[in-house]
């Protein structure tokens, strides 16, 4: 079955930096468009960035648009979400998103000072 597993989070100084990557197993990788969501405590679920299956394609949230760059690794049957001059306000657990509305378990970014 379809499995997502997200790793790389942690705890960044604003400004910092963070990559995330979801690996992906189950399902025929390189034919699917991924996503990477977010949730921050008491707040909904939101989209941050998209890549379609060749990985030529991407869109961003505008949250993060300038800051945020998602890439894949088709060989590999990763997904990668490379987060730059991190705030505060990315404080939230990053979550990959596949086919079949499949969702990983997410990986807690936090940043603080």
């Known amino acids: 079955q379809v499995q997502l597993v997200e790793s790389g989070g942690g705890l960044v100084q604003p400004g910092g930096s963070l990559r995330l990557s979801c690996a992906a197993s189950?399902?025929?990788?390189?034919?699917?468009?991924m996503n990477w969501y977010r949730q921050a405590p008491g707040k909904q679920r939101e989209w941050v960035a998209y890549i379609n299956p060749p990985g030529g394609g991407t869109n961003y949230a505008d949250s993060v648009k300038g800051r945020f760059t998602i890439s894949r690794d088709n060989a590999k049957n990763t997904v990668y979400l490379q987060m730059n001059n991190l705030k505060p306000e990315d404080t939230a657990v990053y979550y990959c998103n596949g086919p079949s509305n499949s969702w990983g378990q997410g990986t807690q970014v936090t940043v603080s000072s």
């Open positions: 189950g399902f025929s990788f390189s034919w699917y468009g």
